[in-house]
């Protein structure tokens, strides 16, 4: 016995050796390998970010042991003997077998299932499922969690062999998800043996989805029975609608796994239809019309779908592996519940192919990071799992370090939000816990798709709704939701009043959209993605992105009001940069100047007919021969010497400079050419040769690749050698989506490359993806650069929504080291996160009183993408102008955040003084009320830059319990206390507005003109010819000073205070002061702030004030009541000489028998019939606490 045991060991030691050690030896050279390959592709790789460990699993076939591992050779000869190498090998008896099976199960399984109880491995019933508050992990049982979770290191292999000792299970589960190394990180190879095409729905199932259910699964043109079926989903043209019962026709009851029952009753309404081939039209349909005229415009009819996905399909292409949670924090906070560990921090799942898309190259892996970043944002990054893609290196977001242990203590009470994930829905939920509403679930809505050039997801937002953003389009600030498409691929396209169907793409690309509720609860949802992309946007409401390509990166964010999220959202992507004081004043510009001299006389006729000027622009007329970087030494000579008459005067110069460079200069002869070859910092063709195009160039033009580290260097250098010929105070940056006036080069694109380029896609594929999002002129290039081209940061294709927006911020850049001071730039292309850097103006308007009209929600819009500096060409740019147009624009344009008129070269001249005395009346009166309006204006920049606060804001900002107020895009307000009201219409004086709750006044008269507590209404207020509508806001304090002919000279004259009191003669108000052109006045705490109050007796802002009006109120015998304007310095961080010289107080009531300046009677004067209250002559130090009491 005790020899057969010793034989039994070693035959164990023998197997031991021949088939264990092996298979680790093979996967320890294959990991091996995987490194290496790994970091090879990172050096071709233009993402920044870091590859992932791909998943391999070891494995040798058996007749190459011997071969690579040094087996020992056994092998049968003629006498039945077995033989290995020179020693015998006896064939074990089946007594050895049998005790060898006993000693297995005694000193191996039982041990195993004893220990695996101990840790209650084996309970079927332990659910790890989300506990009842909805903090929990979900979706598994704890062992079929422990064998698929595979995200706690960078390698499955290294955690789970570990883990389980070699388990057959979990390598056979590993295998399952074994992706093979693909040559490039953009495309995926296809599958060796693809998954079959799923199976298309009954009509039963699909018959009773509701029209507002109903997601695209055959976006683009050619959608046919016979194709739409081949992807599993459900085709129903519109003339074989199925008659549905009223519950259907309206909202659907939703079973628990997301599936709609079946309808009964369903059946062919009998619509006439006839097709075309298995292409349906409905004669009898009446958006038929609709859809056909937007066919006309080249563009894809958008509708009801008739190809969609199937109802509670909750892994139509992909399907959960597994989903875990991290017990792991975001910034310095941990969340936990009181007395247990931490359960919050981040989601991780990853999903695995199912069905192949209709797209090439999907991917075969996905992994899924849902990142608990603050308490009011989330994260959702959805990558390849295995191969690095391409991600915009702009905006740089912030980065939550999960793994810091100084973490402040947080309970998930205190999120805004749950976030629900289980197995059996692909997607997530996002759940307001104030409420338990749910505000974003894409679980089994649509389908997701993630191809190489094609991605997809869809989501349903909060129920009744409003929807605002996604630009940059023209049209009304709230968006549609009956099917409307908006395209984002940044394009040099005059703005038009598309259908309420599709928006065409424009100058920007801003992939976020914002979502308030009745209530005024809002959500903000923001895709991180550069590529081209278009939004649909549905009954529902609902949300469906299409990118062709980069990778899925959603920020979402959930806030109380509609200013909490652009607050939040302007936290990730870049607070808005202060201005210089200048940079708010009146700018004035033409394209068709053409000479020097014609530029100085409109500049000087404009100042003598007493219209507030600080900013003279000059267009492309000011350039020799169009280059940048140059001046006309003809027609504009002596342009540095008019430049230092602007700066004595205290005015300032902004030049155009256009994104394109000459190329067809002689060698030698411009350097701006000449130094960028030598630096190689010029977008390249698909040879390696810088791209060469046309703009205004005379022969041809080049364009700096702005990604490149190069071009801060080489840019700055070419704009201070443009500052010494002549001292330019701002950049002016146009042309840079990039325009072309060539479709690519001058002979097209190439298109016929075979094999992948560079950055791993064909050139083909690169110019003519596989989907097309409806752009303008149906071609990727149209009017612009190749997608072949190449940046540093990758193809054009990737990176070309970033080139305006990179040539903003190494212009500003340039701009700050050139004049050691403030940066002022204005740019035309724009992305997300260019408030950051840069203002805009919105282009190409035409004089219209449409475009006119048009101009408010895109600043609105603009004041939502964190880009308050926005403004629209005054009187338009394109065609000519009329007298009252003008007019009207040059009060509505006086309170643009920026205010400049401008326009084109074959129009008529508009500037104030060329139309006559009724443009010089109404500009002069308005620009006069906004240079008054200089330190509230400049104190709202100040809470943009330092809050994420807009300037210019849409009435529901401060209103968004108010449903009245979600769609009003004709008025709109400045910061929370001034409303704007202008004529839009021709012929009209006197023009309707909505009026919130609340106390109102008006401006000019002072007289209150609405009181009403009980929710706003409509009223027809008076409007001149001469004057633009604006009303106070009760309960608010407007710092206001004199106006003079600049800002300088304004800033000068003493502090005024426009008080409107509230029904509890209450206000407040605040003002931001600083050096007005210094860098980093707020950073560095080189600045005043001063806060204002008035209540009734005292309004206790410190200590101090409260005892000083105590005092006042005892010394003055028989006082009845009296109210108290309090001034506080909060913080002097320099000494800014500001003095009070008046206030003027709105809703005083009556009578009033003194009034008082710290303890000091002082004279005023009081109309009770308007009860307005004057106290002028006033000299009071802001730097000190003042007190002014009326009695």
Not at 375 to 384: A, F, G, Q, S, W
Not at 577 to 606: A, D, I, Q
Not at 1023 to 1049: F, S
Not at 1100 to 1118: H, R, T, V, W
């Amino acid at each position: 016995m005790i020899e057969g045991i010793k034989h039994i060991l070693r035959s164990i030691k023998i197997f031991r050796r021949s088939k264990a050690i092996n298979p680790n030896q093979a996967f320890g050279e294959a990991l091996q390998q995987h490194i290496a390959n790994s970091a090879e592709l990172n050096q071709h790789s233009f993402s920044h970010q870091k590859t992932t460990y791909e998943h391999f699993v070891g494995e040798e076939d058996d007749d190459d042991y011997e071969e690579d591992f040094g087996v020992v050779d056994c092998e049968c000869d003629d006498d039945n003997k077995r033989k290995c190498g020179r020693k015998d090998c006896p064939r074990p008896s089946i007594s050895t077998i049998v005790v060898c099976v006993f000693l297995f199960l005694v000193f191996v399984f039982l041990p195993a299932v004893y220990l695996l109880h101990c840790f209650d491995l084996l309970k079927s019933h332990w659910d790890v499922s989300e506990d009842a508050n909805g903090d929990g992990p979900s979706g598994y049982s704890a062992w079929e969690y422990a064998m698929v979770d595979h995200t706690y290191g960078d390698s499955v292999i290294d955690e789970f062999s570990a883990a389980a000792k070699g388990k057959g299970a979990l390598k056979k589960r590993l295998r399952d998800i074994v992706i093979t190394e693909r040559p490039v990180p953009t495309e995926t190879a296809a599958p060796t043996r693809p998954p079959p095409p799923p199976t298309p729905p009954p009509y039963s199932q699909c018959s009773v989805v509701p029209d507002s259910l109903r997601f695209d699964c055959f976006p683009g043109e050619g959608a046919s029975k016979e194709g739409c079926e081949s992807r599993g989903c459900c085709w129903i043209p519109r003339g074989q609608e199925r008659n549905r019962d009223k519950n259907h026709a309206g909202e659907v009851v939703i079973g628990p796994n997301n599936e709609i029952p079946e309808d009964p009753k369903s059946q062919s309404n009998g619509v006439d239809a006839h097709e075309d081939g298995n292409n349906i039209i409905n004669v009898a349909d009446p958006k038929l019309d609709k859809s056909l005229e937007e066919s006309k415009e080249g563009f894809p009819p958008l509708d009801v779908p008739y190809c969609f996905f199937p109802p509670g399909n909750a892994d139509h292409y992909y399907s959960w592996i597994n989903i875990t949670m991290h017990k792991r924090s975001y910034r310095d906070t941990r969340i936990e519940d009181e007395g247990s560990e931490p359960k919050h921090g981040t989601m991780t799942g990853f999903l695995q192919l199912r069905n192949p898309s209709p797209y090439p190259s999907d991917i075969p892996l996905l992994r899924v990071d849902v990142l608990f970043e603050t308490p009011e944002r989330i994260r959702v990054k959805i990558t390849d799992a295995n191969h690095p893609r391409y991600e915009p290196p702009y905006p740089e977001v912030p980065v939550m370090d999960f793994n810091r242990k100084d973490m402040f203590r947080l309970s998930p009470r205190d999120l805004f939000y749950r976030v629900n994930m289980d197995k059996s829905h692909v997607g997530f939920e996002v759940v307001r816990r104030s409420n338990n509403r749910t505000v974003f679930d894409s679980r089994s809505v649509g389908a997701l798709v993630y191809a190489d050039q094609f991605l997809q997801f869809s989501a349903l937002l909060p129920k009744d709704s409003s929807l605002y953003g996604l630009g940059e389009h023209q049209g009304p600030l709230k968006l549609s939701t009956d099917w409307q498409r908006v395209v984002l691929f940044n394009h040099d396209s005059v703005p038009k009043n598309n259908s309420d169907v599709h928006k065409t793409n424009l100058y920007g690309s801003h992939p976020f959209l914002m979502a308030t509720e009745k209530d005024g609860n809002s959500i903000g949802v923001f895709l991180l993605n550069s590529n081209a992309m278009e939004v649909i946007l549905q009954p529902g409401p609902a949300v469906t992105f299409r990118a062709i390509g980069g990778i899925i990166d959603l920020h979402i964010f959930i806030g109380e009001t509609p200013g909490d999220v652009v607050a939040q959202y302007t936290d990730v992507v870049g607070r808005s940069f202060m201005p210089p004081l200048w940079g708010l004043g009146f700018h004035l510009c033409r394209f068709g100047y053409k000479t020097l001299n014609r530029t100085r006389e409109v500049s000087e006729s404009v100042r003598k007919a007493g219209i507030p000027l600080d900013v003279q622009w000059n267009d492309l007329d000011y350039m020799k021969q169009g280059n940048d970087f140059t001046y006309d030494p003809v027609n504009f000579k002596g342009l540095p010497e008019f430049v230092e008459e602007l700066h004595k005067l205290g005015m300032h110069y902004i030049p155009l400079i256009d994104a394109g460079i000459s190329g067809g200069d002689k060698a030698g002869t411009y350097p701006p050419y000449d130094e960028g070859l030598a630096a190689g910092v010029f977008i390249k063709n698909s040879s390696g040769l810088p791209f060469v195009g046309k703009v205004w160039n005379k022969v041809s033009t080049v364009w700096p690749d702005f990604t490149n580290p190069t071009s801060v260097p080489y840019w700055s250098t070419q704009m201070e050698r443009l500052h010494k010929q002549f001292p330019f105070d701002g950049a002016w940056i146009d042309m840079n989506e990039p325009s072309n006036f060539y479709s690519g080069t001058e002979k097209g694109c190439p298109t016929s490359g075979t094999e992948p380029g560079p950055y791993g896609r064909k050139e083909s594929s690169l110019e003519h993806p596989p989907y097309l999002p409806p752009v303008e002129g149906s071609l990727l290039a149209y009017k612009t650069i190749c997608m072949s081209a190449r940046h540093f940061a990758g193809s054009h294709y990737d990176v070309h929504n970033l080139h305006g927006f990179t040539h903003a911020i190494v212009t500003s850049f340039a701009l700050t080291e050139l004049r050691g001071k403030r940066p002022f730039v204005i740019s035309r292309s724009t992305f997300a996160g260019h408030g950051h850097y840069a203002g805009h103006w919105t282009g190409d308007e035409a004089s219209t009183w449409t475009d006119m009209a048009n101009t408010i929600p895109a600043i609105l819009n603009f004041n939502i993408f964190g880009v308050p500096l926005v403004g629209a060409d005054i009187c338009g740019f394109n065609g000519n102008t009329t007298v009252e147009l003008c007019s009207r624009w040059s009060q509505l344009g006086a309170f643009y955040p920026f205010s400049r008129n401008h326009n084109t070269d074959d129009a008529i001249d508009q500037d104030p003084v060329s139309l006559g005395p009724m443009v010089v009346q109404s500009a002069r009166k308005a620009l006069l009320i906004r240079y008054s309006l200089l330190p509230f204006l400049y104190t709202l920049f100040w809470r943009s830059h330092a809050f994420g606060e807009a300037v210019a804001r849409p009435l529901f900002f401060e209103f968004p319990d108010d449903p009245n107020t979600h769609e009003i895009d004709r008025q709109f307000l400045w910061g929370y206390s001034l409303m704007i009201v202008p004529v839009l219409e021709e012929g009209k004086t006197s023009v309707e507005a909505y009026i919130p709750s609340g106390l109102w006044y008006d401006f000019y008269s002072k007289k209150l003109i609405s009181s009403s507590h009980k929710g706003g209404h409509k009223m027809t207020l008076p409007a001149p010819a001469d004057t633009i509508p604006l009303l106070v806001r009760g309960g608010t304090i407007i710092p206001m000073q004199a106006p003079n002919m600049t800002t300088g000279e304004t800033r000068k004259n003493k502090l005024e205070l426009m008080i409107a009191l509230d029904n509890e003669t209450c206000a407040a108000g605040v003002l931001y002061w600083d050096e007005d052109d210094a860098l980093n006045t707020w950073d560095e705490g080189h600045y005043s702030f001063m806060t204002f109050t008035v209540g009734p007796e005292n309004t206790k802002p410190e200590s101090k004030a409260e005892d000083e009006a105590m005092y006042l109120n005892e010394k003055i015998e028989g006082t009845v009541r009296a109210s108290v304007l309090s001034g506080v310095l909060t913080w002097r961080g320099v000494p800014i000489s500001v003095n009070l010289g008046a206030i003027r107080v709105m809703g005083v009531n009556g009578p009033i028998k003194g009034v008082s300046a710290n303890g000091q009677p002082i004279p005023y004067s009081y109309d009770d019939k308007l009860k307005y209250l004057v106290v002028e002559n006033l000299n009071l130090d802001l730097n000190t606490v003042f007190i002014v009491m009326w009695y």
